[in-house]
């Protein structure tokens, strides 16, 4: 393999595509040239660079405005990759039991013994070119091409975690079980993502992977989870969780900056809602809240509490239990009724110590957004507290009986105003704004006009990994398999069946499908509020036009 100092002198980026209206595509030669270009910009960042994500043949620069990823485009074009030698990444040792279930397999594939694979694979330095996938899943590449066998035709539903696997030119340890179609050869004890770890994954991108054929493994105890660790017995104030309702998450403004090793931003999918909730209370712009789907949250004061609920406008009832601190009516006799009353949604309110607040079922909209003055109390992973429900990083989904603690992530010493709130969709038509994909050459004139000239039905399988939705399936117009490149929130990516799923923040950080069109970035917050049973409308974005016309200055140029 070549390796980032070997880089021709000649090498250039071929081409840059827009993705969405916050991203850029870089398409390169080879692997050699991307992960040139990846050092190079990881050494010394794009003016607005926010995120890097290299793949086989691609590098995707996620940037923090439209303005800074138009731009992009001729800085890119521009670059030399004939850089400096840069130092080898730190050397890893990975013990390996060689008796995968498709050893035989990759023999035969390979024209190689079991014995001859093994040695092909131990006898070769792998380095992890690029993460994705999973956290600490890190696509490797050999030496040479002696182990280049095909995917499984049939994918496993569950790969074991620590499984040993080879896919095209590629060889991996999966860090979790997850579902995978990679060939297996072996297993290992060592943690390929470690949250205790000041580099949580194993072998990181630039690192070199040595494997060795052991007999037997000796298993490591693995640190503590994922999740938050906050010790409960310590909070003194905060809110109990009584009912956690459909799915209740601790949200932020999400994790960027760690694409490279296999971890998406996540945070909450309304981020304006956040924002809101956080300003009424007082709290930092980035405070954690609790994000709840379709209504019944219950949640129970313990100590007296400063609330506001943003997002999907419901019914806001307090319940004051007659045994509750402070409902003693004065007579004497030992309390009084229970009481209870209503509170307007984006308004702040306290909740005192002992009552009840139950956010009902959305009268609009899907996802409600609860902030305790303070914050939500949870330990940050990776700078965020936020739960990503497909890696399994940040905390656990809320439970009942959960005590929830209140921060100190307050911005002000007094809460903010009542605010109004945007029009949120309901099981009616909404239309969001797109503009074409990366790959929208992929599909032929007839499929972009269907793609928006129909009503996509939000199905339940949706969830904050992407909305999966149902029409009349678009065809594609190319044969084959794309390689696996950086994709992001807003991407409709179109699978074989034809039938698209418009990613979310918990999506994938690669993909291997057609990207056909991406939401605009300012109506991502509005799409996270479509509910299930609703319909969308895609629209090309004012000044787009069909994308057989489409320019984008500055980034749409090629060399």
């Not at 010394?44 to 043949?57: M, R, S």
């Not at 129909?454 to 390689?483: C, H, I, K």
Request: net charge negative.
């Amino acid at each position: 393999m070549e390796t980032v100092s070997e880089t021709s002198a000649a090498a250039r980026v071929l081409a840059v595509r827009p993705v969405g209206t916050t991203a850029v595509l870089a398409e390169l030669s080879g692997l050699h040239d991307v992960l040139a270009l990846q050092a190079l910009l990881l050494e010394d960042p794009l003016p607005g660079q926010v995120d890097v994500l290299a793949a086989a043949e691609t590098v995707m620069v996620k940037a923090d405005s439209p303005a800074a990823a138009r731009r992009m485009g001729d800085l890119l074009l521009g670059m030399d990759l004939a850089v400096q030698s840069h130092a080898e990444g730190t050397l890893v040792q990975i013990d390996t039991v060689y008796d995968g279930e498709d050893l035989a397999e990759v023999a035969r594939l390979t024209g190689l013994s079991a014995e001859g694979v093994i040695a092909a694979h131990t006898g070769q330095i792998w380095t992890v070119a690029f993460g994705g996938f999973a956290p600490g899943f890190g696509y490797m590449v050999g030496e040479n091409q002696a182990l280049e066998v095909p995917r499984r035709s049939s994918p496993r539903t569950a790969v074991p975690a620590g499984s040993v696997a080879l896919a095209g030119n590629y060889s991996a340890v999966y860090p979790r079980k997850s579902p995978g179609g990679w060939q297996l050869i072996g297993r290992t004890a060592a943690h390929m993502w470690d949250l205790s770890r000041d580099q949580p994954a194993l072998a990181a991108p630039g690192d070199r992977v040595q494997f060795r054929a052991v007999r037997e493994l000796v298993e490591v105890k693995e640190s503590a989870a994922s999740g938050s660790a906050t010790n409960t017995a310590d909070i003194q104030s905060g809110l109990r969780i009584l009912s956690p309702g459909l799915q209740s998450l601790i949200q932020d403004l999400g994790r960027p900056g760690h694409a490279g090793l296999g971890v998406s931003s996540a945070g909450a999918l309304d981020r304006s809602s956040v924002r809101r909730a956080n300003r009424i209370v007082g709290n930092q712009p980035s405070a954690a809240v609790v994000e709840s789907v379709a209504g019944g949250l219950r949640v129970q004061a313990v100590g007296d509490q400063v609330l506001a609920v943003a997002g999907a406008p419901s019914a806001l009832t307090v319940v004051t239990p007659s045994d509750a601190p402070g409902a003693d009516d004065g007579a004497g006799d030992g309390g009084q009724p229970e009481q209870l009353r209503t509170v307007p949604m984006a308004t702040a309110f306290a909740l005192l110590d002992g009552e009840i607040l139950t956010i009902g079922a959305p009268e609009r909209g899907f996802r409600s957004y609860l902030a305790i003055r303070g914050g939500a109390m949870a330990d940050a992973v990776l700078g965020s507290r936020s739960t990503d429900t497909m890696s399994g990083i940040g905390p656990a989904p809320l439970a009942a009986g959960q005590l929830l603690g209140a921060g100190v992530a307050t911005s002000s010493n007094v809460v903010g105003n009542p605010e109004l709130q945007p029009e949120f969709p309901d099981t009616g038509v909404t239309v969001l704004d797109i503009v074409p994909g990366p790959r929208d050459d992929w599909f032929d004139a007839a499929a972009l006009e269907s793609l928006c000239s129909q009503d996509w039905a939000v199905t339940p399988r949706s969830n904050r990994v992407g909305m999966r939705l149902d029409g009349t399936p678009l065809g594609r117009s190319r044969e084959g398999e794309l390689p696996s490149e950086g994709t992001m929130a807003g991407a409709l990516q179109i699978p074989p069946e034809g039938q698209p799923v418009l990613f979310l923040a918990d999506h994938p950080i690669t993909g291997g499908y057609p990207v056909i069109g991406v939401v605009v970035d300012h109506q991502l917050d509005l799409a996270a509020q479509v509910p299930i049973g609703g319909s969308i409308r895609f629209r090309w974005a004012p000044g787009y036009g069909l994308p057989t016309s489409f320019s984008f200055p500055d980034v749409s140029q090629t060399k």
